[in-house]
């Protein structure tokens, strides 16, 4: 803590809090853009935060990315041996296996010596394909599961980046830009009002699912990302924010 004064980092770290109106702050020193190392400290600082935050039945719900692998990769073992459920949030989202939110899900539960459950629904389903996979029992239970979690880890990217990343369908990518979106997180689309421009089709929490979730945490950083995530917190309620100077910096600014 003392070494965060000398840095200046709780004083940005309390701005941002009053700014966006969250509940927690945690800014950790650089900028991701530059060094990958950061990236990995916002990772340890979220799993911190994780567990600080564990409370009753403990079923923690992660995105993909590479930020939340950066989080999967600084998991360890929980000291109180409370048992922990990872499950993925939403089903697939057009991520290559390394970025999948059950990757990531899977790998976090290994590390922290807890337990795992995936949803294996493929990205892009048509409609009828959609309402008959979530009538299968199996996954019915599941996304039960899944809507139920007390805690929700994930990340926020830049809308453009995203939308090029899970190779959109060309309709989708024109929808995305033509409503000037700015952030993505769990396969929204917002512009910088927060307003919602395109949703991904897939299974799992919904925005409306994460105003039920006592806990939510969002991990992103790098100075590129700062609009991504003022426009998604301009929507999120109550949410901690983990991210790097780099973002922070800009988020401040205006
Ligand atoms: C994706 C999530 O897997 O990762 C997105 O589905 C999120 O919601 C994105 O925005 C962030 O990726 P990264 O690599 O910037 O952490």
């Known amino acids: 803590e003392m070494m965060k004064d000398v840095l200046g980092l709780s004083s940005l770290e309390n701005k941002l809090k009053e700014k966006f109106n969250l509940n927690r702050v945690i800014v950790v020193s650089g900028n991701s853009d530059e060094s990958p190392w950061v990236k990995k400290e916002m990772g340890r600082a979220c799993v911190t935060c994780i567990k600080e935050r564990l409370i009753g039945k403990n079923i923690v719900a992660v995105t993909g990315g590479t930020t939340l692998a950066a989080v999967a990769e600084m998991m360890t073992p929980d000291s109180k041996n409370r048992e922990i459920l990872f499950v993925p949030a939403r089903g697939g989202l057009g991520e ?3 970025n999948q939110a059950n990757t990531i899900c899977a790998k976090m539960a290994v590390r922290a010596s807890g337990i795992y459950r995936l949803l294996h ?6 409609k009828d394909a959609y309402e008959s996979i979530i009538e299968e029992p199996s996954i019915k239970e599941l996304l039960a599961i899944v809507k139920s979690s007390s805690m929700v880890v994930h990340g926020i990217g ?12 060309e309709a989708d990518f024109q ?22 421009v395109h949703k991904v089709k897939t ?8 105003e039920e979730v006592p806990n939510v945490i ?4 790098g100075a590129s ?6 426009a998604y917190m301009k929507q999120a309620l109550d949410s901690v924010l983990i991210t790097d100077e780099g973002a922070a910096n800009e988020l401040i600014r205006d």
């Open 175 to 196: 929808k995305i830009h033509n409503g000037n979106a700015v952030a993505e997180a769990f396969g929204y689309y917002f512009d910088q009002e927060g307003d919602i």
């Open 203 to 210: 299974v799992g929490i919904q925005l409306d699912d994460i």
């Open 225 to 230: 990302k700062a609009k991504a995530i003022q």
């Open 218 to 221: 969002a991990v992103a950083g």
């Open 121 to 126: 629904v493929p990205d892009q389903l048509s």
């Open 96 to 98: 290559t296996v390394e």
């Open 158 to 169: 830049d809308a453009k980046t995203m939308a090029e990343r899970r190779k959109t369908p």
